[in-house]
């Protein structure tokens, strides 16, 4: 089944006006029917308009934000369970969590079931934050993280405190052990090089009753991973990777060799053996605020595109 893209997040990666784009995140009422994943935010950790930015992707949005650019995550609504989760804790939970839940066709709690973390990088993790006292002061909310990530969460304020007022649950989770989120689904956690300074960093494989999907947002080169990605990618239906930056040109003033991503150019060369129905099923995701790929009619998109892969889209349904 190809994605059904809800019409009120279609993005049109451009510095749209902030009527526009309001529209597009509030307009619809549509509900989900079928187990699915959403895309709930396709930017790096900084978003956009990115602090300390002069670029003229950033120039226009600092005056008329574009709503639709919150930062990398994935919704799992279950209406079969009645059941949402969250993948990632950003700094744009609050409204993604809304997202969520608007897209659910029965009433469910304030917060997801259930939250994985991928790794200790703000982007990531920092939205955790609202669930503390000074926000929703929650009970409970199920945080799955690696050891060294909720050794993390447990041993360093403020996310220390979350856990002491039992405001999140933390449950440990173990490389390449699956977690049943229900009869029909589960998730899998798998080590990824990153820069691991606080915690390790995972992707993860999520199984539903029809399709596999695979998410890494963040890794370092390909080449440094155990595993090869293009048999990964055969083995699923849609993969999720990190496009951080189109290409080198769009990082400077900063050592390269610190932010070793893979560029998009060089994953669409690794990927290009892969047959057509191969390559569709990638979509590239975790855009820095400088990425060409933000822009529907840029020439970069009319490559990835034309060369049969996708960028990545707020808002985009995918049946589970």
């Not at 050592?255 to 994953?267: K, M, N």
């Amino acid at each position: 089944m190809r994605p059904f893209i809800c019409i009120f997040l279609t993005l049109l990666f451009s510095c749209s006006s902030k009527e526009k784009s309001e529209e597009r995140v509030n307009s619809s009422n549509r509900k989900i029917s079928e187990i699915s994943l959403i895309v709930l935010g396709t930017m790096q950790d900084g978003g956009s308009p990115h602090i300390g930015c002069k670029r003229k992707c950033c120039e226009k949005l600092f005056s008329d934000p574009d709503e639709t650019r919150k930062v990398v995550s994935l919704g799992i609504v279950d209406p079969e369970n009645k059941k949402n989760f969250l993948i990632e804790a950003t700094p744009d939970l609050t409204e993604q969590v809304r997202i969520l839940k608007n897209y659910s066709t029965f009433k469910n709690n304030d917060v997801p079931d259930g939250i994985f973390l991928t790794h200790a990088h703000i982007g990531h993790y920092a939205g955790l934050m609202y669930f503390g006292k000074e926000a929703l002061n929650a009970d409970s909310v199920k945080v799955y993280a690696m050891p060294r990530m909720k050794n993390y969460l447990e041993n360093n304020g403020p996310w220390s405190q979350l856990v002491k007022l039992n405001n999140i649950l933390l449950l440990e989770m173990l490389e390449d052990k699956k977690i049943k989120l229900s009869n029909t689904i589960t998730i899998t956690p798998f080590l990824v090089p990153h820069r691991d300074e606080f915690s390790e960093t995972v992707g993860y494989k999520i199984e539903g009753p029809k399709k596999k999907i695979l998410f890494i947002p963040d890794i370092d080169k390909w080449g440094k991973w155990n595993k090869n990605i293009v048999e990964e990618i055969k083995k699923v239906d849609y993969a999720f990777l990190n496009g951080t930056f189109f290409d080198g040109g769009e990082i400077q003033g900063r050592d390269i060799s610190q932010i070793p991503h893979p560029f998009v150019i060089e994953s669409m060369e690794l990927f290009k053996t892969l047959s057509k129905e191969e390559r569709s099923k990638i979509y590239f995701i975790h855009f820095n605020h400088t990425n060409p790929l933000l822009d529907s009619k840029s020439k970069q998109t009319k490559h990835v595109i034309e060369s049969g892969f996708h960028a990545a889209e707020i808002g985009a349904v995918f049946s589970l």
